[in-house]
């Protein structure tokens, strides 16, 4: 959210991708949706409806589940592409266009979607188009056998989200984003990151390239990382963290690659090892 981004959790079912996801969302004391995604939901249940009002005789708009500050979208690639197209323009725009007429969205405004793998039954791969307005791609995995040991001790008792408290309102997130923007990404550093999104471009592993959208996400999440270690400057190590959740999702593989049962995160991890840093750099990131 710092990172004016939104999010995308993915991983087998029941790991935890919703309660992770309601949890994020009940951190921040802001208004909250959160959507089924199911292959029956239409794209006004998502963006809302024009309703004729018979006494005033005029149709009357009504919200749909994307006017919230946080909007829960849960297992989103069970709905069909039509679907899943109605988040483009207000993850993008921050705004929804219905009969002609666009409406604003309230700031800060962040999606934090779930997904299951695409094997999965039941599922429909999300378009480019859409997997590219994701800042960022995590996946849960399964817990050590420490972590599912205090999972069972505590299974039974309260919901584990009823003692969540906020930890700050929309005003304190609209101020933090404001600080995160003044963090200095030096003229290297930059050049650093578009090398980084250019090595998959050219890559002979990869059909599809990070977009210059990726390359935008890439210094956003970085500046958000810097901010957050109390730093005013991002450093190429930043980029490098990052570089796997902001880039691997948006990639397509090419045949030969997943032949080869190669991940776009093996390879984006690889193509991060072989790109050099720039010479100036003297590993402050300042310039």
């Known amino acids: ?48 409806v024009s309703v004729y009002n018979q006494e005033r005789r005029e149709f009357e708009f009504k919200p ?86 205090d999972m069972l001790d505590v299974h039974g008792g309260a919901p584990a989200l009823d003692d969540l408290e906020p930890v700050a309102d929309a005003r304190e997130i609209a101020k933090l984003v404001e600080a995160v923007r003044t963090v200095h990404v030096a003229d290297e550093v930059r050049r650093y990151a578009i090398a980084l999104t250019t090595a998959t471009r050219t890559s002979t592993e990869l059909r599809l390239g990070a977009s210059p959208r990726a390359t935008l996400h890439l210094v956003r999440a970085a500046r958000a990382a810097a901010a957050l270690d109390d730093r005013d400057h991002v450093l190429p190590d930043d980029l490098q963290a990052l570089a796997v959740p902001v880039l691997a999702h948006r990639l397509l593989p090419t045949g030969e690659t997943q032949l080869g049962r190669r991940t776009t995160e093996q390879v984006v991890t690889d193509l991060v090892a072989k790109v050099p840093l720039p010479d100036s750099l003297d590993g402050r990131g300042r310039g």
Do not use: W
């Open 1 to 48: 959210m710092l990172a004016e981004g939104h999010l995308l959790i993915e991983d087998v079912p029941g790991v935890g991708k919703t309660m992770l996801a309601k949890a994020l969302a009940r951190s921040v004391d802001g208004s909250v949706r959160r959507v089924q995604f199911t292959p029956d939901l239409l794209p006004s249940d998502i963006t809302g």
């Open 64 to 149: 749909g589940a994307v006017f919230a500050n946080i909007v829960v979208g849960d297992e989103i690639n069970r709905a069909s592409p039509k679907t899943q197209s109605a988040l483009l323009e207000c993850m993008e725009e921050r705004q929804v266009t219905v009969d002609g007429i666009t409406y604003g969205l309230e700031a800060p405004f962040m999606v934090i979607a779930t997904q299951n793998p695409v094997e999965m039954e039941g599922t429909y791969p999300l378009p480019e188009a859409q997997r590219d307005r994701f800042m960022a791609r995590v996946s849960m995995g399964y817990p050590d056998p420490a972590a599912e040991l």
